[in-house]
């Protein structure tokens, strides 16, 4: 357990695996990590997942704990709470705490995984694979399979401790299934609602159209509009709605016509300031929404963490910060001084899991409040007005 010339491997170099490398590398280990997609900060990769995140508390105290919270900090947008815009273009503000300086923050995605891949690769004991996609796990001999995305080849690795930091659907989890070797249990349940994002983009100088201090939110019952700042200007737009209930949705929202009619009548005051809603809405993906929960989390020397534990809905913001804090608990018990690893991670799913099935579930209620604020009677006699 303190023997720090074992092998560590990570799958996975997003926002948890890219953190857990950084962590484990200032706890001396040699870690190896090897990511499916090109190197971000090289190539840039297609826009439709989440381009901004909401980053509270829970993950800046991970990040301080790896010493890079005041650079995060440097490409945040503070926000102090959310600005709700009803049918007739009112907005109502709703701070998110009545004490002063209390916000959450609004990050780049790519931005803030390019820093903690930077901060893990200053690290000698660190080496980063791109391109390289795990398609399975030995999870009794710690043999991982791997193919390179640009050769083809495959190529198998050994290693003494293996990570699944490979998000949703991760490969660990998925050969915890097939190898068969324990009793697992697993869900994965998907709303009927999807999500698509879209763009405001900054002005001709790059200032923001709309406020930067809030994040925005189009409440209309059965779908809605979210909207966060980016740094140039900019405003990642995320649309969800149901993939085939009411009037309007993802599988009839088809043609350029129907598009219109749709934010013509739903959100006037957001398609003033979505210059390519046509082609964004057309041509950018539609995601889906699920959560998995799983038990157990490792078996051996393996472990799951981030999504790949515990997928959520985005609706608490929370997801990304629950990964990062995934990264603080298993250091608090690595300093427990236990002499395995599975001890280890037998530890850290007991201290960690309840938190992590609370958030999951208080995210699929926040999507109920948070669609419905249709339902405040202030918003209800808007729309009254509207009708008649
Ligand atoms: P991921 O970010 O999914 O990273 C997994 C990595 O593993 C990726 O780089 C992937 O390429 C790689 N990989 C996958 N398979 C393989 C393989 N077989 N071999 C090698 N590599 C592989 N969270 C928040 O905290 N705040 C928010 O505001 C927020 N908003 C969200 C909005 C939306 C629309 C969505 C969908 C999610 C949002 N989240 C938010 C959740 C957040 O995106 C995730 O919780 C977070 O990305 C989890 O990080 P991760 O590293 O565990 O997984």
Redesign the pocket.
């Known amino acids: 357990m303190n023997n720090k010339n074992e092998s560590v491997l990570i799958?996975?170099?997003?926002?948890?695996?890219?953190l857990l490398a950084l962590r484990l590398a200032q706890r001396g280990y040699k870690v190896a990590v090897?990511?499916?997609?090109p190197d971000l900060r090289k190539v840039a990769i297609s826009a439709g997942?989440?381009i901004?995140?909401?980053?509270?508390d829970r993950?800046l105290k991970a990040l301080r704990l790896c010493g890079v919270e005041e650079k995060a900090r440097k490409i945040c947008i503070p926000m102090k709470g959310r600005l709700m815009h009803d049918a007739l273009g009112n907005t109502f503000a709703s701070n998110y705490s009545g004490r002063e300086g209390e916000f959450i923050n609004s990050i780049s995605?790519g931005d803030l995984?390019a820093l903690l891949l930077n901060e893990a690769e200053k690290h000698k004991n660190v080496t980063i694979h791109f391109n390289?996609?795990?398609?399975k796990v030995d999870i009794e001999n710690n043999i991982a399979f791997?193919i390179d995305e640009e050769t083809n080849e495959e190529f198998s690795v050994t290693f003494d401790v293996i990570f699944g930091?490979?998000?949703?659907?991760?490969?660990l989890r998925k050969s915890y299934i097939s190898e068969r070797k324990f009793l697992f249990s697993y869900s994965q349940n998907y709303l009927n609602h999807g999500?698509k994002?879209l763009e405001i983009p900054g002005d001709k100088n790059r200032n923001h159209q709309i406020s930067k201090e809030y994040l925005h939110i189009w409440p209309r019952g059965d779908f809605m509009l979210i909207a966060?700042p980016n740094m140039d200007g900019s405003f990642t737009v995320?649309l969800f709605l149901s993939y085939d209930e009411g009037e309007f949705n993802f599988n009839n929202l088809t043609s350029e016509e129907t598009i219109t009619k749709f934010f013509e009548q739903e959100f006037p005051d957001a398609l003033a300031l979505i210059p390519n809603i046509k082609e964004e809405f057309l041509n950018n993906p539609t995601?889906p929404?699920g959560t998995v929960k799983c038990a157990p989390w490792c078996y051996k020397n393996t472990l799951l963490?981030?999504?790949?534990a515990h997928?959520?809905?985005?609706f608490?913001?929370?997801?990304?910060?629950?990964?990062?804090e995934d990264v603080f608990v298993l250091d608090e018990i690595l300093n427990q001084g236990f002499e395995d690893w599975n001890s280890v991670f037998k530890a850290y799913q007991k201290a960690r899991k309840k938190d992590t099935d609370a958030i999951a579930d208080l995210a699929i209620d926040n999507f109920y409040e948070m669609r419905d604020h249709v339902a405040n009677p202030l918003f209800k006699e808007k729309r009254k007005i509207e009708m008649d």
């Open positions: 799958i996975g170099a997003g926002l948890c695996g890219s090897y990511e499916s997609r997942r989440s901004n995140l909401a980053l509270s993950g995605r995984n390289q996609k795990c398609k791997f930091t490979d998000g949703a659907g991760s490969v999500y994002e966060l995320t995601g929404l963490l981030g999504d790949a997928a959520i809905v985005p608490y913001g929370q997801g990304m910060n629950a990964s990062f």
